[in-house]
């Protein structure tokens, strides 16, 4: 079984700082991409960051703003949140792709509030 676990979400006032964490269960060995989504209240959920083994992408409204990286050690992706604004809360959510062709599937946390006040 695999498990994504979540944290960090919380509220925030505009112009502060957060970081999310997201688990994923040790039995999943092989992971190719990790990344971070958010869908605002109203809205469709849209990309935030993906990070690979070499390679990182974020959506243009958080670009120099937000940073993702991993811990492989750990199975763990972060989502570190600088210079928040209101416009970024939203419900994120942890997905990840595993690497082992056999897996088809990706996996998804269950979401964690971000509220920025302003």
């Known amino acids: 079984q695999v498990q994504v676990v979540e944290s960090g979400g919380g509220l925030v006032q505009a112009g502060g700082s957060l970081r999310l964490s997201c688990a994923v269960s040790r039995s999943l060995v092989n992971i190719y991409a990790m990344g971070w989504y958010r869908q605002p209240p109203g809205a469709q959920r849209e990309l935030v960051a993906t990070?690979?083994?070499?390679?990182?992408q974020y959506a243009d409204s958080v670009k120099d703003r937000f940073t993702i990286s991993r811990d492989n050690a750990k199975n763990t992706v972060y989502l570190q949140m600088n210079n928040l604004k209101p416009e970024d809360t939203a419900v994120y959510y942890c997905?990840?792709?595993?690497?082992?062709?056999?897996?088809?599937?990706?996996?998804w946390g269950q979401g964690t509030q971000v509220t920025v006040s302003s």
């Open positions: 990070i690979t083994s070499g390679n990182t």
């Open positions: 997905n990840i792709k595993p690497g082992a062709l056999t897996i088809s599937r990706t996996y």
